[in-house]
């Protein structure tokens, strides 16, 4: 028994086609970036929740700073590391909208954990999606706060050296000690069942905002294949080996 | 029993061959093509139409949103 390839590719048998949200034009993410991933869920869950009208996005600086062309809502580009800032005062101006902020470890857990804590602590009613992928890769794969130990990065060629360079900061577990935040997790996007994951925590965090709880933190341990000298399969199998245990998936904090 | 036929369209413009379909694929359905896009990057497309089911891995895991996915059963007569 066959069936033609024409008869299955028919509207009334459509399972998954890209977001009405995403813009045209194509990414300029490296291929097989996260960001690319996670743009696309944040767009999902913005249609699927019917928000677009009220949303507002926080674009930071990093590989995602032209993340403001992809997805189709209103947006704030923010100074490095100034995302919980600057969504801190467009909710308060304006409570009735969605406000979030897309942060990658060099934004959020370098030059703005001043921003970071203090808006988590505050517990601006806002969702922080903090992208981690343990190193600068807009500027060319620089060690960042998040780098593992031992991990190679071109200013340290020889792997982190925690007597030298400190030890990489486990950014989500610090915001779940501060009172302010609602809900602190960390997912993965390297699966298709991590990525449905993903999404409802998205879901969440989105939900999270009607309800005035608090700061919905969302890390994503995430890959940069350019970085990292990898290809993006092999990446997503580093991750798993090295990543996850230092930064273990799951809720961390659900109130 | 019903069989369950899937099949992917694959947007050769804007697929940039990451490969991570390819690896995410249960039946081993797609493959990256010896052929180059505009872009220089080996697009993917269905080696294998007939394993499809449709599960739409592919689609989760791709960073560009290029893959659109069908699903469609088929009950059998016999």
């Known amino acids: ?14 399972v998954y086609q890209k977001s009405r949200l995403l813009t045209d034009r194509v990414m300029h993410y490296c291929p097989g970036c996260t960001h690319g991933v996670v743009n696309r869920l944040i767009a999902e869950v913005i249609e699927e929740l019917g928000i677009q009208q009220d949303t507002i ?11 403001y062309n992809y997805i189709e809502v209103d947006w704030h580009e923010a100074a490095h590391g100034r995302a919980p800032a600057v969504g801190t005062g467009i909710k308060r101006l ?25 808006a988590c602590n505050r517990g601006e009613n806002m969702v922080m999606i903090f992208i981690n992928n343990g190193i600068y890769g807009m500027t060319g794969g620089q060690m960042a706060p998040t780098t593992l130990q031992g991990m190679k990065a071109s200013t340290c060629p020889f792997g982190r050296d925690v007597e030298r360079d400190g030890n990489p900061l486990r950014m989500t577990e610090i915001v779940a000690t501060l009172p ?36 919905s933190f969302v890390e994503v341990v995430s890959t940069c294949n350019s970085g990292w000298k990898m290809t993006p399969v092999q990446s997503n199998k580093w991750m798993e080996d090295n990543m996850f245990p230092f930064y273990p998936l799951g809720d961390i904090k659900d109130v | 029993m019903a069989k369950i036929r899937g099949a992917i369209v694959v947007d050769d413009v ?13 039946t081993d359905v797609i493959r990256l093509a010896d052929e180059v896009n505009a872009k220089g990057y ?14 739409a891995n592919c689609a989760m895991v791709c960073p560009d949103s290029c893959i659109t996915v069908y699903k469609v059963k088929i009950a059998e007569t016999a």
């Open chain 1, 94 to 118: 304006l409570p009735n909208k969605y406000v979030f902020t897309y942060q990658g470890d060099g934004d959020l857990a370098a030059i703005g954990t001043a921003e970071t804590i203090h």
């Open chain 1, 57 to 67: 996005g926080v674009a930071p600086v990093g590989c995602s700073v032209l993340m």
């Open chain 2, 14 to 26: 804007t697929c940039k061959g990451c490969s991570l379909c390819v690896a995410s694929c249960p």
């Open chain 2, 42 to 55: 080996n697009y993917a497309y269905m080696h294998q139409p007939d394993a499809c089911i449709g599960c």
């Open chain 1, 1 to 14: 028994m066959s069936i033609d390839i024409k008869d299955i590719i028919k509207p009334e048998n459509l």
């Open chain 1, 180 to 215: 302010g935040t609602c809900y602190v997790t960390r997912h993965a996007a390297h699966t298709a069942a991590a990525v449905r994951k993903l999404k409802k925590a998205l879901f969440k965090a989105f939900d999270n905002q009607k309800n005035n709880k608090g700061t």
